[in-house]
């Protein structure tokens, strides 16, 4: 009787409000809904405008520059969108430093790449080693996907031999449908259209090969793509976790080797991907060119998200060939 009475007298309270209020019990003219944050507060937000919005998630700092840099210079010399997400600090790939110090490093370089790639470049503050796929992580990438409002979100293939690599993958498909769920992180308004979600390119066999539905030439950026990771020195030229002594150069002469030797093992790289998915790159260059590409990158569509037709294809890659 007693909670019959609170209620009751919340009711008359609530019926007092609405007609002080206006709004009618019928919701003919309900309430607007409360207005929405479209920042996610901190991280860089993309202009408003009809370019594509490309996001790509590595688990470290060079992940992202590594599989997608080429591609995101095409794509932004064509003025649309590129943010390179690192999904960890890389505060322990050296085999000497680790810790701040080596994260605000391996920032640094990955901001120097993105000067020459001419993407937006973030590295999120979680420790290298330790990404798990949980939901406040999936919460993080679901936010930054809408904030970019992406029209194609990349990231690696859930089965690799580094966990990070591995759970970026996982955290990108549970996000692949949540996207889009209103009522997920309501702070970010959520994404009317799917985007298209991509694989990175790898090399693992096992449950299934790498199946390159898209192969992008390379040829014209290669340079470029290594210029942005020869700024990465604590990986490429001192060799990262697994480096040593012997990998820092002693002179001007040990230093121009080491370089040229990054250039070639980048290029090699390169060309295998081509080699990989000659029969793409001819199916959408053509007979021709297609056998004459030397550099490439190239990318497996999710199958959950959005899937493309191969018009579409063309259009998220302008630079393919149009037909
Ligand atoms: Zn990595």
Known sequence: MKRWSWFSGGMVLGLLLAAAFGFSQSGQSDPPP??????????????A???????VFGAHPDDCEIRAGGSAAL???????VKLVSMTNGDIGHWQMAGGPLALRRN???QAAAKILETTTEVLDIHDGELEPTLENRKIMTRLIRQWNADIVIGHRPNDYHPDHRYTGVL??????????????????HMKKNPVFLYSFDNFKLPSPFRADIVVALDSVIERKIDALATMESQFIEGGANGGPHRVPRNDEERKQAFERLREGFRRRAQQVADYGREKLIELYGEEAGKQVRYAEAFEVCEYGRQPTAAEIRQLFPFLPQK
């Open 172 to 189: 990108m498909q549970d996000c692949a449908y949540m996207v889009g769920v209103p009522f997920l992180c309501p702070d970010v308004p």
């Open 108 to 110: 640094d370089e990955v």
């Open 34 to 47: 409360p207005a929405r944050t479209t920042t996610f507060a901190g991280h860089p937000i993309r202009p």
């Open 49 to 55: 405008d009809d370019k594509l919005g490309v996001i």
């Open 75 to 81: 794509w932004s010399d064509l003025g649309h969108h």
